[in-house]
């Protein structure tokens, strides 16, 4: 018992060892290069899959967001497009006004940014409008609807020309990384605004380089732009692309750039999620492996129960048992995000300790999930106690088996990354974990707490890692190599528990 509080005790105090060495990095030097070069195509800072998300802030209040995705490449009209999916929401009743914001849909930009196209709702979803326009040749094509009603437009659109809508800064960072920004450059252009079917000059300067504080507790080296037109804004673009931060200075209002995630490693340049038969046929592989590797797993741990009816049940319930993970642990998670993470941000809060919430929240509610899951299983069949940790290890192998299948999606990913190891791995973890669980509710009340922190902590700092490698901490072969070496050992740690039988007992 205690060689095992002992375990989970290493395992805490290496994720607060890896916190304290990477939550205060030293500043970085000013270089001394005070300009930067246009990049030659929206994946070079941009690359497909990559999300990032702006929050709106005004008298110390989050009133709004931008969700802006890289979602894919197609063809608009003969030209190769990127499509932007983007996500706008503002909520201006904090501030004695009934007026919301609410708009989403697809933004088409040709590889170098130039405006080709949007297809956008806007409104509450029970009362959307439309807008669908494409460039077809020298002219904007499309419709807009009002009250329900559909209305033509054409507008005439000579040469290439970026978009830049009201709020959707993702478009104004993309119109400043696609040109060259020098200390001293006055920024002189035009904008096409898709939803009013107008352009708008764009004017401004600048000014300097320099290390400014984007908010309290966080620094860093960019430009500072001043524009005058279309609106007085001004503007923290950094180096390598990103707008961090705008403040709106005629609406005293301000813009943080909170998150940029990029695509997971070993994502290829065009991908697509979305259910088709040819990705269906693409994913079979990648579903076989997963549930091989379950089925190893699980005659490793557990081989007798291969001949049980309950174990298959089990395998079957873990499965349909991951359906509560998008449904309520996302959700959660999100909502701890948007309401005190990214507001604890801005208050100079260390994301270092604030992920620790989101992921403990997918500890907390997997383990309990598979311990509930396997008690209600348990007691309906009445199985004998000897051998609840091999119906649990086959109830923990179908949880695994869903959560990579459903992190998969239907994709067209290569089947040998990073992702693979990473997902088989998961799977016998939640194995590992079922058994553990099993063996816990045979044993007793004193096991039983002992193997739910200990199974709960390991999970949380599983899910907690992956922001190391968002942070530029360690790399993603590193992470994945850490996660490998702590499961590998919680294996280890689960085989010789299972094998504390009594003489008596009947192995499982």
């Known amino acids: 018992m205690y060689r095992i509080i002992t375990y989970a005790v290493i395992l805490l105090a290496a994720a607060a060892g890896l916190q304290a060495q990477t939550a205060a990095p030293a500043p970085p030097s000013r270089p001394l290069q005070r300009s930067i070069s246009a990049s030659d195509a929206i994946e070079d800072f941009r690359p497909t899959g990559e999300l990032r998300l702006w929050t709106f802030f005004a008298k110390q209040k989050a009133f709004g967001r931008l969700k802006s995705v890289v979602k894919e490449s197609t063809d608009i009209n003969g030209r190769m497009a990127v499509v932007f999916e983007d996500e706008l929401s503002i909520d201006y009743s904090e501030f004695g006004s009934d007026r919301k914001v609410a708009i989403s849909g697809e933004q088409y930009a040709s590889t170098k940014g130039a405006y080709l196209g949007t297809s956008y709702k806007i409104g509450p979803a029970d009362s959307a409008e439309s807008l669908e326009l494409s460039l077809k040749d020298k002219t904007v094509e499309g419709y807009y609807t009002r009250g329900g009603n559909k209305i033509e437009a054409s507008v005439d659109f000579a040469g290439d020309m970026f978009a830049w809508d009201a709020d959707f800064v993702d478009q104004l960072e993309l119109m400043l990384a696609m040109r060259d920004i020098s200390v ?23 000014d300097s380089w320099e290390w400014n504080q984007i908010y309290k507790g966080r620094w860093d080296s960019v430009f ?163 051998r609840f940790a091999a119906v649990g290890a086959f109830l923990g192998a179908g949880f695994g088996i869903a959560e990579s299948c459903y992190a998969l999606g239907f994709t067209t990913t290569p089947l040998f990354t990073w ?15 079922g058994a553990l669980l099993g063996y816990a509710l045979d044993r007793g009340r004193s096991h039983l707490t002992m193997f739910v922190i200990l199974t709960i902590a390991l999970n949380t700092l599983l899910r907690y890692s992956p922001l190391f490698v968002r942070e530029q901490a360690i790399d993603a072969g590193l992470m994945h190599f850490i996660q490998a070496f702590l499961i590998v050992g919680f ?5 010789s528990v299972l094998k504390r039988k009594n003489p008596q007992e009947e192995p499982a």
């Open 491 to 495: 294996l280890f740690l689960v085989i």
């Open 184 to 206: 001293g450059d006055s920024i002189i252009d035009s904008v096409f605004l898709p939803q009013s079917l107008v352009k708008s000059r764009v004017m401004g300067t600048v």
């Open 419 to 433: 992702d693979l190891l990473e997902r088989t791995f998961l799977i016998v973890f939640h194995t590992g974990s």
């Open 224 to 386: 500072v732009i001043n524009l005058t037109s279309p609106q007085r804004y001004q503007l923290c673009f950094a180096a390598d692309k990103r707008l961090i931060k705008i403040n709106m200075l005629d609406q005293n209002r301000r813009v943080y750039l909170d998150l940029v995630q990029k695509p997971k490693p070993g994502a290829v340049a065009q991908q697509s999620h979305s259910f088709s038969a040819a990705n269906l046929v693409l994913a079979l592989p990648h579903y076989l492996v997963y549930f091989l590797v379950g089925a190893a797993v699980v005659m490793f741990l557990a081989a007798a129960g291969r001949g049980w009816l309950n174990s298959y049940l089990a395998l079957i319930a873990g499965g349909v048992l991951f359906a509560f993970v998008p449904f309520v642990q996302l959700p959660i998670q999100q909502w701890i995000a948007e309401t005190w993470l990214f507001p604890a941000m801005k208050d100079g809060g260390s994301l270092y300790g604030l992920w620790l919430a989101p992921s403990l929240v997918a500890g907390v509610l997997q383990e309990g999930l598979k311990l509930g899951a396997l008690v209600l299983i348990l007691m309906a069949r009445g199985e004998k106690g000897y």
